[in-house]
Nanobody
Framework: QVQLVESGGGLVQAGGSLRLSCAAS????????MGWYRQAPGKQHELVAT??????TNYVDSVKGRFTISRDNVKNVYLQMNSLKPEDTAVYYC???????????????WGQGTQVTVSS
């Protein structure tokens, strides 16, 4: 079993900052990438940022220059969000793409989500 637990969401005024954290636990033995997705009311689930095991990062255009994704050497991923805008309001989900066995295929794992609300 693999669990992803997010923390750090909340309410902030426009222009403020938040830092999201995600801790992975369980029998993951290989992590291909970790990242953050979000879903706002009435909108599609969208990728926010990802980071590979090699450290390569990818961001959706709307957050470039404002958000920074990072990982530690264990199983944690972070999202530093600066200059937040009301349109960043959404539930943010942690994502892990990895495997629980040497011969097993890569699978997607998701956290339960954490609410980020940016007031104008």
């Amino acid at each position: 079993q693999v669990q992803l637990v997010e923390s750090g969401g909340g309410l902030v005024q426009a222009g403020g900052s938040l830092r999201l954290s995600c801790a992975a636990s369980g029998s993951i033995i290989r992590i291909n990438s970790m990242g953050w997705y979000r879903q706002a009311p009435g909108k599609q689930h969208e990728l926010v940022a990802t980071i590979t095991s090699g450290g390569s990062t990818n961001y959706v255009d709307s957050v470039k220059g404002r958000f920074t994704i990072s990982r530690d050497n264990v199983k944690n991923v972070y999202l530093q969000m600066n200059s937040l805008k009301p349109e960043d309001t959404a539930v943010y989900y942690c994502h892990l793409h990895g495997s629980t066995s040497i011969l097993g295929g890569l699978m997607d794992y998701w956290g339960q989500g954490t609410q980020v609300t940016v007031s104008s």
